[in-house]
């Protein structure tokens, strides 16, 4: 029925329905009355069947955020077949991967109005991806540093009143810094309930919006924990240096109770900073410029002095 709500004849159907079978992956329950199905089913047998349309236009919203891993490899591997083949692909998506991944013009909208419309696709995903979601975001200096303008959530243990990345010297990035310098993240705190499930941390985020690590003061063995106290308190944690490429990156506070509730979760942008990696790659005159790879770690090589048999 739905093929042919979308125009494909009966003969149409029944030539691809094996084909749209094993894409969705239901072969299994093709007895099973589709109102048993979860809606992530629902939605990848429908794509399934829209993608073996044969249309010259294919609208495709928020597709890839149902499905496992191969289910949206297999739909981006579609999609581009639909694209390479002469036909238009209007993707709709917050996943900025997939939008990189499989479109040739990014258009970004934001409450109805154009933002940006440009076939650099990667400009338009980074400007999109470092948007002024949060007013207090200093971002036109260009200084790496948030400041709480609001009270934050009542029913937190934990409020953000600051954070700051800085340099060894104790001043806030306001620039592109080499990665072989040392970056110290700063937070100013107010504890309101001293839980001892309370941890607080940061997610660090890469310019594609991809998380590269997590880390939270529970990070290490408890006699090295930072000791939590109520009222006022500041943390400090620094960043590893010769690790990061040359980027931009986007640094997330998280707090919450472990294993219990969030107050700020990852990818909330609840309070966030941004930075830029430029340079300090390698002191190796073959490795100047930005490496393939999120990360550029300098790793020691080191030569046992036994020959191989």
């Known amino acids: 029925m739905s093929g042919s709500i979308l125009g494909m004849t009966r003969a149409e159907i029944a030539r691809k329905f094996d084909e749209i079978v094993a894409f969705a992956g239901v072969e299994r329950f093709l007895d099973t009355p589709i109102k048993r199905y979860s809606s992530g089913m629902q939605t990848r047998l429908g794509f399934a069947v829209a993608a073996h349309l044969e249309a010259e236009i294919v609208l495709i919203d928020e597709l890839l955020a149902v499905g496992d891993a191969d289910f949206q490899k297999k739909c981006l591997g579609k999609m581009k077949e639909v694209a390479v083949g002469g036909r238009t692909v209007l993707f709709i998506s917050h996943n900025m991967n997939s939008v990189q991944a499989l479109c040739s013009r990014a258009i970004w909208l934001d409450k109805g109005c154009l933002r940006a419309d440009s076939a650099d696709v990667r400009h338009v995903t980074l400007e999109y991806l470092s948007a002024d979601w949060v007013v207090s975001a200093d971002k036109s200096s260009g200084r790496a540093e948030w400041i709480n303008e609001s009270e934050g959530a009542k029913e937190a243990s934990v409020v953000l009143r600051a954070m700051r990345l800085l340099d060894a010297n104790g001043s806030v990035i306001a620039k592109p810094v080499p990665n072989n310098i040392q970056l110290i993240l700063e937070f100013d705190l107010y504890v309101h309930d001293l839980n001892p499930a309370l941890f607080v941390g940061y997610g660090l ?65 609840i309070a966030f900073l941004e930075f830029e990696v430029q340079g300090g790659l390698s002191d190796s005159p073959h490795w100047t410029a930005a490496r393939k790879g999120s990360l550029a770690p300098v790793l020691p090589w080191h030569n046992d002095g036994n020959r191989l048999p």
């Not at 919006?209 to 944690?237: F, I, Y």
């Not at 998280?254 to 942008?269: C, D, E, I, Q, Y």
């Open 205 to 269: 985020y890469g310019e594609d919006g991809e998380p590269l690590w997590l880390s939270s003061q529970m990070d290490e063995v408890p006699d090295h924990w930072p000791v939590l106290r109520k009222g006022p308190l500041r943390l400090h944690s620094p960043l590893p240096r010769r690790l990061l490429n040359e980027a931009r990156y986007r640094i997330e506070f998280l707090s919450g109770l472990h294993n219990t509730k969030w107050f700020s979760a990852p990818g909330a942008r």
